[in-house]
């Protein structure tokens, strides 16, 4: 059984309490673009991106030289374009629109996957966005958040992930959550295994908008 990010549990514990329909979103790909952008920022850094896999490690290419980039100088390079994301990272299309309506009757709380550093640098592009969601930050599994944030009640939850094991990890600790996997970029998907029966697969916001208010009972 995986534990909560300690960091995590304290940034939720920051919430006010709030027994509405609960929406969890991830970021990256879902509401921000970033696997679009992050080719054109490793172009400028000297590296380029190819996706035979559905990973960055081993993926990501010095220019001259052709060989691939080591784990370490991955992580740097991602962590540098996050450090710079306001200048790279749009919003997906459709998703604040969205978002406005679902918001009416709901909670939503924003969930990334990221080192906890980049939290600060993440919120302020968000707001310039129009996106005043809570932003919770998670080096760990996604589960035990989801499982804290609904609380003692029994509110529906929905979640919303580009990455078939974030989606994984809220059914085990959620069983009755309503899982949506979305991809910005959807010629991805042929890069991944098809999800599971009790994943719902939505191709854009417009589609994902009326699925989730459904689930929701909004």
Do not use: C
Not at 49 to 72: C, I, K, P, W, Y
Not at 160 to 169: A, E, I, Q, Y
Not at 190 to 205: G, H, Q
């Amino acid at each position: 059984m995986s534990s909560i990010d300690p960091e995590t549990l304290r940034q939720i514990e920051e919430l006010s309490h709030d027994d509405r329909p609960l929406l969890v979103l991830d970021v990256d790909d879902v509401l921000l673009e970033f696997i679009r952008p992050f080719p054109r920022y490793l172009s400028e850094q000297g590296y380029r991106l190819d996706m035979g896999s559905f990973r960055l490690t081993g993926n990501v290419f010095h220019l001259e030289t052709g060989v691939a980039a080591e784990q370490r100088q991955v992580s740097e390079l991602l962590g540098n374009f996050f450090d710079s994301q306001a200048l790279w990272q749009t919003l997906t299309e459709g998703a604040a629109d969205a978002l406005d309506t679902i918001s009416r009757d709901a909670e939503i709380v924003l969930l990334t996957a990221m080192p906890h550093r980049h939290r600060d640098v993440r919120r302020k592009h968000l707001d310039e966005l129009g996106l005043p969601y809570p932003l919770l930050t998670t080096e760990m599994a996604k589960g035990p958040a989801i499982l804290r944030l609904r609380g003692e009640s029994e509110r529906p939850v929905a979640f919303v992930d580009d990455m078939p094991h974030n989606l994984v990890s809220a059914r085990q600790f959620v069983p009755d959550a309503h899982l949506f996997h979305l991809m910005a970029d959807n010629s991805l998907r042929a890069l991944l295994p098809p999800v599971t029966d009790n994943i719902l697969v939505v191709e854009d916001w417009p589609e994902a908008g009326g699925r989730i208010a459904d689930a929701l009972g909004l």
